[in-house]
């Protein structure tokens, strides 16, 4: 989970869609709204990028985050935008809240679950999830499967650089580290470093230290029962393809609240 606070979170906010050149799951996910219908809770819905498209299709979708800086992005009019319904953003840590209705479906895009990192704050967000969902509401996790080749590969090999221009004409420097991981609890320990150089030669220098954990097929699966579900379908992709042996990778299970 991220931990940044004041200017940290602002920037670290203010530069997560330029940075994340993640696309190719937003049609998966409104596809899946538009077969399903609303209204959606998205846990973790961060600055939006998953949130807008699901409400451009006419659908009604609440967002909840825990980082209070990308859900003020996530307010920001979008152009062009003429839903029928505005999304509607909350603050809220997805292991307790309580929101004044009950959802067709809830959502856990970009791996949103493997923030949290142990399994009693995961069990406490699904049974949270469980109470806010209708009687035969359903719950769409996107877990990724790391490789057993990438888990041997030696953190320090793991760093990843993007250097990309900021709105204000900034050069900023993204570099992404593996600390370390820790085998036993199944977790990784990160840090996003932020080099900002703006135009008139003054310097930033960010660091957001932060952990995620992952999962296996079978633990996703024995953990929705555990809380409450049963699975109805899973998939190794954003284009609905089977999970199979040529997919460690990402895993897409969607569960239906048993009664
Ligand atoms: C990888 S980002 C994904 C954001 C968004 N779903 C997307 O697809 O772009 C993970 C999000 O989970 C949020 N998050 C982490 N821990 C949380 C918690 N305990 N409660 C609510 N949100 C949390 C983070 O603030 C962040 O916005």
């Not at 029928?84 to 479906?105: I, N």
């Not at 004409?169 to 840090?191: K, M, P, W």
Request: some cysteine; proline content about 5%; hydrophobic content about 35%.
């Amino acid at each position: 989970m991220f931990t940044a606070e004041g200017l940290t979170a602002r920037r670290d906010a203010e530069y997560y869609d330029l940075f994340t050149d993640w696309r190719h799951d937003i049609d998966f996910y409104t596809r899946i709204a538009l077969q399903h219908g609303g209204p959606i809770l998205e846990l973790g819905c961060g600055t939006g990028r998953i949130t807008h498209p699901i409400a451009a299709t006419g659908i009604e979708i609440d967002g909840i985050d825990i980082a209070a800086e990308r859900l003020q992005i996530a307010r920001r009019p979008h152009t062009g935008a003429r839903y029928q319904a505005s999304p509607r953003f909350c603050t809220a840590d997805m292991r307790r809240f309580t929101l004044d209705r009950t959802y067709g479906l809830a959502i856990f895009p970009f791996r949103v679950l493997q923030e949290l990192t142990t399994t009693r704050d995961k069990i406490d967000c699904l049974q949270c999830v469980h109470t806010h969902l209708d009687h035969d509401g359903l719950v769409l996790i996107d877990n990724y499967c790391p490789s057993i080749s990438y888990l041997a590969t030696d953190p320090a090999r793991c760093t990843t650089r993007t250097e990309k221009s900021g709105p204000h004409g900034e050069r900023i420097l993204r570099t992404q580290h593996v600390i370390s991981r820790d085998y036993a609890n199944q977790t990784q320990q990160l840090q996003v470093v932020y080099d900002i150089t703006h135009p008139d030669g003054s310097t930033e220098h960010l660091v957001i230290p932060y952990e995620t954990s992952y999962m296996f097929r079978f633990e996703v699966e024995h953990l929705l029962a555990r809380c409450g579900f049963t699975i109805t379908q899973l998939w190794g992709g954003y284009d609905f393809e089977p999970f199979d042996n040529n997919a460690p990778g990402e895993l897409i299970v969607l569960a239906r609240r048993a009664a």
